[in-house]
């Protein structure tokens, strides 16, 4: 008797959960597909007027599609250039209209579908390497006008590389839980109390510049906090630190002449500043072509992002001995151009007193540029830069420690030191 | 005093530096040099590695790049920013610059014109000797291997518009570029002659070759010579640019 009720009661529990993950599954599933229309499949035949496709050049160009949808010196937008995730590698595919390898079959509402849902043409879910989370805030008007250039750009035939993912974020249904739990599709709400302009520069930075998709740091799921966002993180694959845009002692313009935010964009330098690393590529492949307007948008935007400041932490004083170091060093290879005090050469060498790139609380940044040195972006503004050397060719370890530690504690500069294990670490 | 000591420091630093290459890195020039508005300038970053002006010598990894036929170095400058030749730093150096300032490096590289190191002793043996000298002059025409100087110049200081200088380069930057084509870590505008040239080469004659190569030196003002192409360059990709 006994044992028969256990074996009831077993059942019934089992039947609950049964029950408990189907609804979950369902719940899932829901959230996955919430919100999408019945979808028209069927592509155009005639060409998009000239002046929808120039827009559509524009618009990828803001997006900077190329950045992933191109590798160096390949096709056009045929993809395959590997995006370096902690889960694994995402490979961007083509999006050229050839039929069989592009997307040369989609629809403009299958396309749509993608950029604001995360969904591929036969409904597969979209990795968010892929920043559909920004993206979802792009126009309809937009996304049709990036088909009809994407329509307009020489179809390539090359056939997608397969993501290299670990298990289980290889699979459709850890996205779909990760969809579930971090994905909203949304569209750009205008706020009617902020001018034309301003929110203007909201859409681009928030939607197709897809800024946050670096800039606001990523929980160890991958996805960007929506408390903290522009709040700054490391990039994707840990080589860079993408600083917070909603502080004024990281990348924050809160502070800023608006012409010095849009400098930095359109020229790559301005008066205070420079682009290097992932920032580098974003103005070479991206900002500098957007026009005067809508840099200046953006920088009104940005300008207005509420301040968020780290208390100031009190950085470990570096030894006496690793500050002696770093000055050689730093007298040795850097004087020359930064100047002895740090104060840089205007309009040719950033003054590294001061400098936010050099005191910011990640040290990755500061190790990089030692060791890759570099020229900022040619552009318009700025065509022939004045190159660093890559000093990582003849520095050790302890040298660039040593010297990445003076001058974050130099020339009232006040950041923590930086050891040799650290320099090691970065990639 | 002062100075003395600094002077023992930077030698006593450049003395343990790991790769010891610092030929001359920008401080070099003291820290009281004044920063000018110049293209020798704006190419700091090169000269740590490649040798003040551009002049780096037969001795370490890294090859003279002044005085090297403009066309040749503007297509090995496009070559790294388009991963066609793979090397870190000159990738991630060339990565976001146009087309047009390559163009202005390559032209300032190419107009300085340098004395070429002197003579090193090559320490090849007779038989090897003989087998550099053939190479370089007469070719293996059965394995289809050309001269060097026919393409390279008869003083294999290069040849205009494309053609690299060849004596004073280190040997172990020769061997490694020979090896790089072979693999395909070096690679030029289809069609790639000189990746075909270097997989006929056995390692010998690669190593002999690029020893011989090395221990050269030229009269000062050798320069690349014109002329007209050989037949053999007007069907490469990367000879007439």
């Given at each position: 008797m006994?044992?028969?009720?256990?074996?009831r009661l077993?059942l019934?529990?089992?039947?609950l959960?049964?029950?408990l993950?189907?609804l979950?599954?369902?719940l899932v599933a829901?959230?996955?597909?919430?919100?999408?229309?019945?979808?028209?499949?069927?592509?155009?035949?005639?060409?998009?007027?000239s002046?929808?496709?120039a827009?559509?050049?524009?618009?990828?160009?803001?997006?900077n599609?190329m950045?992933?949808?191109?590798t160096?010196?390949?096709?056009?937008?045929?993809?395959?250039r590997?995006?370096?995730?902690?889960f694994g590698?995402?490979?961007?595919?083509?999006?050229?209209?050839?039929?069989?390898t592009?997307?040369?079959?989609?629809?403009?509402?299958?396309?749509?579908r993608?950029l604001?849902?995360g969904?591929?043409?036969?409904?597969?879910l979209?990795?968010p390497?892929?920043p559909?989370?920004?993206?979802?805030?792009?126009?309809r008007?937009?996304?049709?006008?990036?088909?009809?250039?994407l329509?307009?750009?020489p179809?390539?035939?090359?056939?997608?590389?397969?993501h290299?993912?670990?298990?289980?974020?290889?699979?459709?249904?850890?996205?779909?839980?990760?969809?579930?739990l971090?994905?909203r599709?949304?569209?750009?709400?205008?706020?009617?109390?902020?001018?034309?302009?301003?929110?203007?520069?909201?859409?681009?930075?928030?939607g197709?510049g897809?800024?946050a998709?670096?800039?606001?740091?990523?929980?160890p799921?991958?996805?960007?906090?929506l408390?903290?966002q522009?709040g700054?993180?490391?990039?994707?694959?840990?080589a860079?630190?993408a600083?917070?845009l909603?502080?004024?002692s990281?990348?924050?313009?809160q502070?800023?002449?608006r012409?010095?935010v849009?400098?930095l964009?359109?020229d790559g330098?301005?008066?205070?500043?420079?682009v290097?690393?992932?920032?580098?590529?974003v103005v070479f492949?991206?900002?500098?072509y957007?026009?005067?307007?809508?840099?200046?948008?953006?920088?009104?935007?940005?300008?207005?992002?509420?301040?968020?400041?780290?208390p100031?932490?009190?950085?470990?004083?570096a030894?006496e001995e690793?500050?002696?170091?770093?000055q050689?060093?730093?007298?040795?290879?850097?004087a020359?151009?930064h100047?002895d005090?740090?104060?840089?050469?205007?309009?040719?060498?950033?003054?590294?007193?001061?400098?936010?790139?050099v005191?910011?609380?990640?040290?990755?940044?500061l190790?990089?540029?030692?060791?890759?040195?570099?020229?900022?972006?040619?552009?318009?503004?700025?065509?022939?830069p004045?190159g660093?050397p890559p000093y990582?060719q003849?520095?050790?370890n302890?040298?660039?420690?040593?010297?990445?530690?003076?001058?974050?504690q130099?020339?009232?500069?006040?950041?923590?030191?930086?050891?040799?294990?650290?320099?090691?670490?970065?990639? | 005093?002062?100075?003395?000591?600094?002077?023992l420091?930077?030698?006593?630093?450049?003395?343990?530096?790991?790769?010891?290459?610092?030929?001359?890195?920008?401080?070099a020039?003291?820290?009281?040099a004044?920063?000018?508005?110049?293209?020798?300038?704006r190419?700091?970053?090169?000269?740590?590695c490649h040798?003040?002006?551009?002049?780096?010598?037969?001795?370490g990894?890294?090859p003279?790049i002044a005085?090297k036929?403009?066309?040749?170095?503007?297509?090995?400058?496009?070559?790294?920013r388009e991963?066609?030749r793979?090397?870190?730093a000159?990738?991630?150096?060339?990565?976001?610059?146009?087309?047009d300032?390559?163009?202005d490096?390559?032209?300032?590289?190419?107009?300085l014109?340098?004395?070429y190191?002197?003579?090193?002793a090559?320490?090849?043996?007779a038989?090897q000797?003989?087998?550099?000298e053939?190479?370089?002059?007469?070719g293996?025409?059965?394995?289809?291997?050309p001269?060097?100087?026919?393409?390279?110049?008869?003083?294999?200081a290069?040849?205009?518009?494309?053609?690299?200088?060849?004596v004073?380069?280190?040997?172990?930057?020769?061997?490694g570029?020979l090896?790089?084509?072979?693999?395909g870590?070096?690679?030029?505008?289809?069609?790639d002659?000189m990746?075909?040239?270097?997989?006929?080469?056995t390692?010998?004659?690669?190593s002999?070759?690029a020893?011989?190569?090395?221990?050269?030196t030229l009269?000062?003002g050798t320069?690349p010579?014109?002329?007209p192409?050989?037949?053999?360059?007007a069907h490469?990709g990367?000879g007439?640019e």
């Amino acid at each position: 008797m006994k044992g028969m009720s256990l074996r009831r009661l077993a059942l019934r529990a089992g039947a609950l959960f049964l029950v408990l993950i189907f609804l979950l599954g369902a719940l899932v599933a829901w959230l996955n597909v919430r919100g999408e229309h019945a979808l028209e499949t069927s592509v155009p035949t005639a060409p998009a007027s000239s002046e929808v496709i120039a827009r559509g050049a524009y618009l990828a160009r803001a997006g900077n599609c190329m950045g992933c949808h191109t590798t160096t010196a390949g096709p056009e937008f045929a993809g395959g250039r590997g995006i370096d995730t902690p889960f694994g590698i995402v490979f961007a595919p083509n999006i050229t209209h050839d039929q069989k390898t592009g997307i040369g079959s989609w629809s403009a509402d299958e396309f749509w579908r993608s950029l604001h849902h995360g969904r591929s043409k036969d409904g597969r879910l979209l990795y968010p390497a892929f920043p559909y989370p920004s993206f979802t805030q792009v126009s309809r008007e937009d996304s049709d006008a990036l088909y009809a250039f994407l329509r307009s750009v020489p179809a390539v035939e090359r056939a997608n590389t397969l993501h290299a993912l670990r298990f289980p974020y290889s699979t459709q249904a850890a996205l779909a839980v990760w969809r579930a739990l971090y994905f909203r599709p949304g569209g750009f709400e205008p706020d009617p109390g902020q001018s034309a302009e301003w929110n203007r520069g909201k859409y681009l930075t928030q939607g197709l510049g897809h800024c946050a998709a670096c800039h606001s740091g990523r929980n160890p799921l991958g996805a960007s906090g929506l408390s903290a966002q522009f709040g700054g993180g490391l990039m994707a694959n840990g080589a860079w630190y993408a600083p917070s845009l909603a502080s004024p002692s990281e990348a924050g313009v809160q502070r800023w002449p608006r012409e010095q935010v849009v400098r930095l964009l359109k020229d790559g330098v301005s008066a205070h500043a420079s682009v290097s690393g992932p920032m580098a590529e974003v103005v070479f492949n991206s900002t500098q072509y957007l026009t005067g307007e809508d840099l200046d948008a953006m920088a009104r935007y940005l300008a207005t992002i509420p301040v968020v400041e780290e208390p100031p932490a009190r950085p470990g004083t570096a030894s006496e001995e690793m500050m002696v170091a770093g000055q050689q060093v730093y007298e040795q290879h850097c004087a020359a151009c930064h100047g002895d005090r740090g104060q840089g050469v205007s309009g040719m060498y950033p003054a590294l007193a001061g400098n936010r790139a050099v005191t910011l609380a990640s040290h990755v940044n500061l190790v990089q540029q030692i060791r890759q040195g570099g020229f900022s972006p040619t552009t318009a503004g700025n065509p022939r830069p004045f190159g660093m050397p890559p000093y990582g060719q003849v520095l050790s370890n302890d040298e660039i420690a040593a010297v990445a530690t003076f001058v974050r504690q130099s020339w009232g500069n006040v950041a923590s030191p930086v050891s040799p294990l650290d320099v090691l670490r970065v990639r | 005093m002062k100075s003395f000591f600094s002077l023992l420091l930077t030698a006593s630093l450049a003395a343990f530096t790991p790769r010891a290459l610092a030929q001359s890195t920008p401080a070099a020039s003291g820290a009281t040099a004044v920063v000018q508005n110049t293209m020798a300038q704006r190419m700091q970053a090169c000269v740590m590695c490649h040798g003040q002006e551009g002049r780096a010598t037969n001795a370490g990894y890294f090859p003279r790049i002044a005085g090297k036929p403009e066309g040749y170095l503007f297509n090995q400058l496009k070559n790294f920013r388009e991963s066609r030749r793979r090397n870190q730093a000159m990738g991630h150096l060339t990565r976001f610059i146009s087309d047009d300032y390559l163009r202005d490096i390559a032209r300032y590289f190419s107009s300085l014109d340098l004395p070429y190191p002197p003579a090193l002793a090559h320490r090849l043996s007779a038989q090897q000797q003989k087998t550099a000298e053939e190479l370089v002059f007469k070719g293996v025409p059965d394995r289809q291997i050309p001269a060097c100087a026919s393409c390279h110049g008869s003083h294999l200081a290069g040849r205009l518009p494309a053609v690299p200088g060849l004596v004073t380069l280190p040997a172990d930057y020769l061997v490694g570029q020979l090896g790089a084509w072979r693999t395909g870590l070096r690679a030029a505008a289809a069609p790639d002659c000189m990746a075909d040239i270097a997989r006929r080469l056995t390692d010998e004659e690669a190593s002999v070759v690029a020893r011989w190569l090395s221990a050269q030196t030229l009269p000062t003002g050798t320069k690349p010579e014109a002329g007209p192409s050989p037949p053999l360059l007007a069907h490469c990709g990367s000879g007439n640019e």
